[in-house]
Antibody
Framework: EVQVVETGGGLIQPGGSLRVSCVASGFTVSSNHMSWVRQAPGKGLEWVSVFYFGGSTYYADSVKGRFTISRDNSKNTLYLQMDSLRAEDTAVYYC???????????WGQGTLVTVSS | EIVMTQSPATLSVSPGERATLSCRASQSVTSNVAWYQQKPGQAPRLLIYDASTRATGIPARFSGSGSATEFTLTISSLQSEDFAVYYCQQYNNWWTFGQGTKVEIK
């Protein structure tokens, strides 16, 4: 059974850093394109970053230079390192399989990141 | 950036009736459009991809159509579990989502 589980969210002060994780089961992260998508409270969906299976990474302009996507193949895990956090980064962060001309077919339940003093 | 515009923002429908949701792209996205369903407190669920292909396990009452800039999601006979927010997404040039259509009970 395919499953995606995010962890690591929490309350963080503006300017702080946080790393969220996404553990996959039922498929191999390194053989798939993997993305992060976020949803601010009461708002719509926004693509944040993608890690192509070949190793290329890309970011939305809103997070470029502040967020870093990475993966640990031995742990079948995707990460999102978030630095210089702002109030507008407050959202549920979802990990999803998909990218490069493909939709997002499997999503985790999300992890809430709240940036506030 | 390709902007996806959904209409209406809210659709009030009685159980058993048909629901038609629209999505317009600011430029051609060929058939690289997906539709997702999201219920409160849950992650989005993929319903339709490539504009008209149902994802695994999705009931036949859900259908998608369209190409280029105009797309439609049709729910032929609304069931109680179908009341939710629906998002369209283009994946032709990066990934952008519409703002959502809430399907509520009339």
């Amino acid at each position: 059974e395919v499953q995606v589980v995010e962890t690591g969210g929490g309350l963080i002060q503006p300017g702080g850093s946080l790393r969220v994780s996404c553990v996959a089961s039922g498929f191999t992260v390194s053989s798939n394109h993997m993305s992060w998508v976020r949803q601010a409270p009461g708002k719509g969906l926004e693509w944040v970053s993608v890690f192509y299976f070949g190793g290329s990474t890309y970011y939305a302009d809103s997070v470029k230079g502040r967020f870093t996507i990475s993966r640990d193949n031995s742990k079948n895990t995707l990460y999102l390192q978030m630095d210089s956090l702002r109030a507008e980064d407050t959202a549920v962060y979802y990990c999803a399989r998909g990218g490069a001309g493909k939709p997002f077919d499997y999503w985790g339940q999300g992890t809430l990141v709240t940036v506030s003093s | 950036e390709i902007v996806m515009t959904q209409s209406p923002a809210t659709l009030s429908v009685s159980p058993g009736e048909r629901a038609t949701l629209s999505c317009r792209a600011s430029q051609s996205v060929t058939s690289n459009v997906a539709w997702y369903q999201q219920k409160p407190g849950q992650a989005p669920r993929l319903l339709i991809y490539d504009a008209s292909t149902r994802a695994t396990g999705i009931p036949a009452r859900f259908s998608g159509s369209g190409s280029a800039t105009e797309f439609t999601l049709t729910i032929s006979s609304l069931q109680s579990e179908d009341f939710a927010v629906y998002y369209c997404q283009q994946y032709n040039n990066w990934w952008t989502f519409g703002q959502g259509t809430k399907v509520e009970i009339k």
